[in-house]
Each structure stands twice: as C-alpha cells, then as structure tokens.
C-alpha cells in the first residue's frame, strides 16, 4: 500500500517536473531566438575572439621566429607539406585508377580459353582460366 | 512490517544495483558504436571508403550498389548506431551492397577543404572506385543532412558517371524561408563574423557547432536527455540506446574552415544554391541537371533543418521520377531514433528497391 502511494507520490512529481521544464523550454526557446540573445552572444564572443586572433597571431609568429632560428619547418610549411602529399595522393589514386582500367580493358580484349584453344593458342598444362582479383 | 520489508527489500536492491551499474557505464565508457563489419576499401586524406560485409549470398542480392554519404561535422557511426538499431544493418539484410564514404576528421591542413573539394575531388573518386570494386557502372547514393546537399551538389554536376538513384535525408537546400530556419538566425552576418571565427580556429571547432545545435531548443539538449535518462535509469535497455545517441552525440568533429564559410555565406545568407548562382570550383550548380531518380525524405519535427529547406526541391531538379516523404520525426530521430525501422527504413527501402536493379 506505501509502495503504491509512493509510486503515485513519484508520478505526480515527475509530472510537475515534466510540465515544469516544458514551460521552461518555451521560455528559453523565445529567449535563444530572440534578436536580444544573439546580440548578446555577439557581443560577447567578438572581442573574445578578436583577442585569441590577436593572441594567436603573436604566438604564430614567435613561434616562427624560433623555429626558423632552429632551422626547423614552421606551422605554414607543414601544413603546406601535407597539402602537397594530397594531391599527389590524389594523382595516385588517378593513376591507379586508369591502371586499373587498363588491365580490365586489356582482359577484356584478350580472346575467351576455348577461342584460344580453337586457334591453338592454348598452352598445355597450364588452366586458361583468368581470375580476377 | 516484516513481511513486507522481506519482500520488498531485494527487488529494491536489485533495482538500485541496475541503477548504479548503469549509472556507472553511461558516465565512465563510451558505448560500442558502429560495429557491423566492413572493410576498407579506398582512402584519400581523411577519407575513407567501405564496403560492408553482404549478409546475403550475392544472387540474392540486388546488383546495384548503394553508398551512403554523411555530414562533415558528425560521425558517420550514426547510420550503423548498435546492433538492432543499425541503418546499415537493415540495408544488408535487405540484400543492397552497402558502401559508406566515411569524411574523416579535419586537422588544420585541411582548412582550405570547400563543399566543391568535396563534392568534385572527393566523391567522384571514391564513386570510381566503388564502380570498379563492385563491378556496376550504376549506383545509388543517399545522403543525409550536409551529405545530403555533397549528394546534391555532385549530382547536380555529375550527372552522367552512373547515378541511379539519389535519397537525401533532412537536406539543407533552401534558405528562402529565412525566419523559419533558427540556425539561420543565429548565422546572420551581423551576428557571427565567419572569417573571424576561422582566423582564429582555422577550422570550425566541434564544440562550437554543438553549442550552435543544442542552443535550438536548449532545456530538451541541456537538461531534457538527463532525465530521460535518469527517470530509465533501472532499465538497461533504455540506458543502452541513450548512451549509444550520447556516445555519438558527444564524439562531434570539426568542419573544414573553407567549407563552413561557404556554407554560412553561400547557403545559409546567399541561397545560391536555389537561387542557382552557387559557383563550385567554377562549376555553376544548376538543380535542373540532377536527372536521377529522386527521394526527399523530411523529418516533420526537424528542428535543425525543418521542411521548408527541402519540400521545394522537385520543384526545382531535372528528375522526371521524384517523390517527397514526411515522416514524423527529428533531424536525427528520423532515422535513428527507436521507431525509425517501423517507419522511415522500410518506407525507403520499398522506394530503393525498385530502382536497385
């Protein structure tokens, strides 16, 4: 009997809770769309990241300065590196591409075993048989 | 009451051990997600390609292979999320050959990475390369949310290499309808300066697009999923589907900086796309030249990419054979959500499957 007024106890407060946070999110929705919400992000975040811009530019270019006095590659030239390796990965894939192409073409082409065979182009002991990868 | 303690006491102590024990899985681990076996078959960059192992024997399957394309700033585990709540598993033991083009995570060697790099340098050879592999000069593709407009921009501007079908899922296409679109607001030039944020970051951080994501409806993202799950905590078959959508949820990647601008500046401001002035690597998109066959499938309760993004869209494509499916449901509950293989993957794969062969 306590059980279940307990479990009825739980229901009704889940049951505010719920219709509680419903209204809240009605609330909150109008706020976060409102034109008052964004400019207050806006306001917020400019000089925020108008800072870490001014910051990480100074940082970058220290952090040149010294590598460059280690003679070692800086950020720009690692990036710029790992740019080039894409493409010629992308030239790869290109090639690779048209080899395989090539090869599926050329087995094409090649005469069917039994019209080998016909023109006694078959060579004994070994299966004519092509098997594709 | 003695009798009644003695009955009631170790059913409550089972409960609350279920409760603590999954209190302790969903706030130390990170559920298994993306478990059907699959097998790399191709990689540029980031990217990769997969095939997924079939299910069923290759006569029974249907010839023309389908890849699926999702978007830059999630991981794609969601259309594989856990074993009985898998897109991809559906789709094999539906007997299509299933291929996903997975983006991969950006690091700031690929800031310079547009939609055009992905949709023209990307795509199509990851598209050479099924057709090779699987053998079928035909395929189909179906893109969800930013996959979904990378599905469009490429068939828009490839609409000869083979494509049979297209299928977009909560597609971000049309910004005409400005006031309805809540991230648009939040976009607007005067509110986010886009070439600042990247100045900064180079690319566009994960936890900054969450945040732009969950401040659409704030208490439900906040505070709404906590006490769903609490108020579950005892069963752990709730608690395991929660902690797979929070596993994925949490694990957000950052989108490519060139990218992002042109989608906040091109899309979101420009509606270039609809408009047909977007440019991609001097390529002008022109819908008119999507000729496959088409379905648009919208989330009724999409929040992040609501209706009126996409329902025009047959409006506008070449496509002779097209068709729109509403189904109720949000951006990501549509298709991962627990009543998704009830509704939205049969419906689709009664569309796909008669254009699979």
């Known amino acids: 009997m306590s059980s279940e007024t307990s479990k009825g106890l739980l229901e009704r407060v889940r049951g505010m809770r719920d219709s509680m946070m419903e209204d809240l999110a009605k609330v909150t929705l109008a706020w976060t769309s409102s034109d008052g919400f964004q400019t207050i992000n806006a306001v917020i975040s400019k000089p925020t990241l108008l800072t870490a811009a001014i910051f990480r530019k100074a940082t970058e270019s220290a952090m040149a300065d010294v590598l460059a006095k280690l003679n070692l590659p800086s950020r720009e030239d690692v990036l710029a590196l790992s740019q080039r390796l894409t493409r010629i990965e992308m030239a790869l894939d290109d090639v690779g591409a048209g080899m395989d192409q090539l090869r599926r073409s050329s087995q094409q082409q090649r005469p069917a075993p039994r019209e080998r065979e016909n023109h006694g182009g078959g060579r004994p002991g070994k299966s004519p048989t092509v098997k594709e990868g | ?357």
């Open chain 2, 1 to 357: 009451m003695p009798t009644s303690d003695a009955s009631v006491t170790p059913g409550l102590l089972s409960r609350l051990s279920t409760m603590a024990a999954n209190l302790v899985k969903v706030t130390t681990t990170k559920a298994p997600i993306g478990q059907t076996p699959r097998q790399a078959i191709w990689t540029l960059n980031k990217a990769t390609l997969f095939r997924y192992t079939p299910v069923v024997p290759a006569e029974k399957r249907h010839p023309v292979p389908l890849l699926l394309v999702f978007a830059l700033m999630n991981k794609s585990a969601i259309l594989d999320l856990r074993p009985g709540n898998s897109f991809v598993e559906f789709l094999l033991q539906k007997g299509y050959d299933v291929y996903l083009l997975d983006w991969g995570t950006p690091g700031p060697e690929d800031a310079q990475l547009g939609l055009g790099d992905y949709a023209l340098e990307y795509m199509p050879r990851a598209i050479r390369k099924l057709k090779s592999f699987s053998g079928s000069d035909q395929f189909n593709l179906l893109g969800w949310c930013i996959g979904a407009m990378l599905c469009t921009l490429y068939s828009s501007l490839r609409p000869s290499e083979g494509l049979k079908s297209l299928i977009l899922l909560t597609a971000p296409l049309d910004f005409t309808e400005h006031d309805k679109i809540s991230l648009a607001k939040m976009t607007e030039e005067r509110y986010l300066d886009v070439d600042l944020v990247l100045q900064v970051y180079g690319n566009m951080p994960a936890g900054l697009i969450d945040y732009g994501a969950k401040m659409l409806k704030p208490v439900e993202n906040f505070v709404g999923g906590y006490t769903r799950l609490f108020d579950n905590l005892d069963n752990t078959k709730v608690v395991d589907s929660w902690h797979a959508m929070n596993t994925w949820v949490s694990d957000a990647i950052p989108l490519a900086g060139a990218a992002y601008r042109q989608f906040i500046v091109d899309l979101y401001r420009g509606n270039k796309l609809v408009k047909g002035t977007l440019i991609v690597r001097g390529e002008r998109v022109d819908l008119k030249q999507l000729r496959a066959s088409l379905l648009n499938v919208i989330g009724e309760d999409d929040h992040i990419t609501p209706p009126c993004q996409s329902e025009n869209l047959l409006d506008l494509v070449g496509s002779t054979d097209k068709e729109i499916l509403r189904l109720p449901g949000g951006h990501i509950g549509l298709m991962a959500g627990s009543g998704a293989y009830k509704v939205a993957w049969p419906k689709i794969d009664a569309w796909l499957s008669q254009r699979s062969s």
